[in-house]
């Protein structure tokens, strides 16, 4: 479906089997995550993973304020490395997601311009193991669009905690977004 020939080469078959079936023991799926599958696949044929960029760090903070349970303002600063310039960049959102999500676009847009098409359209959290109550691990499933080829894909990210978790599965669509686009990896 994905356009790779893998006929006789059942090595390279066994190989992603296994991650695949280690990853889900894990939390992930990849029947709903097409994006992080090829990503898996191509990180295996290729022997390293596709790298657009690389972060140093990230982090979040929520404020909420006393007497106004409604409204809830979070702000994300992430801090990365793209096309040999390092950049911290700051976002805010109406949430922690949200605010990742707007400061890892700031902070690549000026060398990718083609992310600014990708839009999260849809977004899914599943606790995987609910007799840990807030200790679980956390799945999420991202769906994104590019308005520039009229095409969706899926990513998945699994974590301690939700946000990490959706961290993960950003990452992968900015990166599967790039891939799409055509751009060539560092």
Excluded: C
């Excluded at 000026?110 to 899914?124: A, M, S, T």
């Amino acid at each position: 479906e994905l356009g790779f020939d893998l006929s006789g080469q059942s090595a390279l078959l066994t190989k992603v089997t296994e991650r695949v079936k280690d990853a889900e023991a894990h939390g992930y799926t990849y029947d709903a995550a097409d994006a992080s599958f090829e990503l898996l696949l191509r990180e295996e044929m290729d022997g390293f993973r596709l790298r657009y960029f690389d972060v140093e760090s990230w982090r979040v903070i929520v404020q909420t304020l006393p007497g106004n349970v409604t409204e809830a303002d979070a702000e994300a600063t992430v801090k990365l490395t793209a096309a040999g310039e390092r950049t911290i960049a700051t976002g805010e959102g109406n949430g922690p997601v949200n605010a990742l999500d707007h400061a890892l676009r700031k902070a690549l847009l000026g060398v990718y311009p083609e992310i600014e098409r990708f839009e999260l359209i849809d977004f899914k959290v599943r606790i995987m193991d609910t007799a840990h109550g807030t200790d679980a691990i956390t799945r999420v499933l991202i769906e994104t669009f590019d308005a520039g080829a009229e095409t969706t894909w899926r990513t998945v990210g699994v974590g301690p905690n939700v946000i990490e978790a959706s961290w993960e599965a950003l990452v992968d669509s900015i990166v599967y977004g790039l891939l799409r686009a055509g751009i060539d990896p560092l």
